[in-house]
Nanobody, 124 residues
Framework: QVHVVESGGGLVQAGDSLRLSCAAS????????MGWFRQAPGKEREFVAA????????SYADSAKGRFTISTDNAKNTVNLQMNSLKPEDTAVYYC?????????????????WGQGTQVTVSS
């Protein structure tokens, strides 16, 4: 069984930064690719960013480009999402997910394991 646990959410003001972390346990993750998604109230879940476990390839949603950075820390089996210049529209529950398949995926259906999510609230 694979476990994925997010942390680092909170309440911040517009323009602030926040760093989310995703800890993975239960298996060797050298063959897993990781992704971050988010879901705002009344909206569908949407892709934010993805990264190969070795960290050599990344993908970002247009809304995240230039403001968010996804990275891996293989020694700690964690994936981080650094979010800068946060906006009220970034308010959502953020989910981390692990993918066994080859390559990066921007659709939730491409991921096999999900965390419970962490709330990010950005006030104006």
């Amino acid at each position: 069984q694979v476990h994925v646990v997010e942390s680092g959410g909170g309440l911040v003001q517009a323009g602030d930064s926040l760093r989310l972390s995703c800890a993975a346990s239960g298996r060797t993750f050298s063959n897993y690719n990781m992704g971050w998604f988010r879901q705002a109230p009344g909206k569908e879940r949407e892709f934010v960013a993805a990264i190969t476990w070795r960290g050599d390839h990344t993908s970002y949603a247009d809304s995240a480009k230039g403001r968010f950075t996804i990275s891996t820390d293989n020694a700690k089996n964690t994936v981080n999402l650094q979010m800068n210049s946060l906006k009220p529209e970034d308010t959502a529950v953020y989910y981390c997910a692990a993918r066994r398949g080859f390559g990066l995926a921007t659709l939730g259906a491409g991921y096999d394991y999900w965390g419970q999510g962490t709330q990010v609230t950005v006030s104006s």
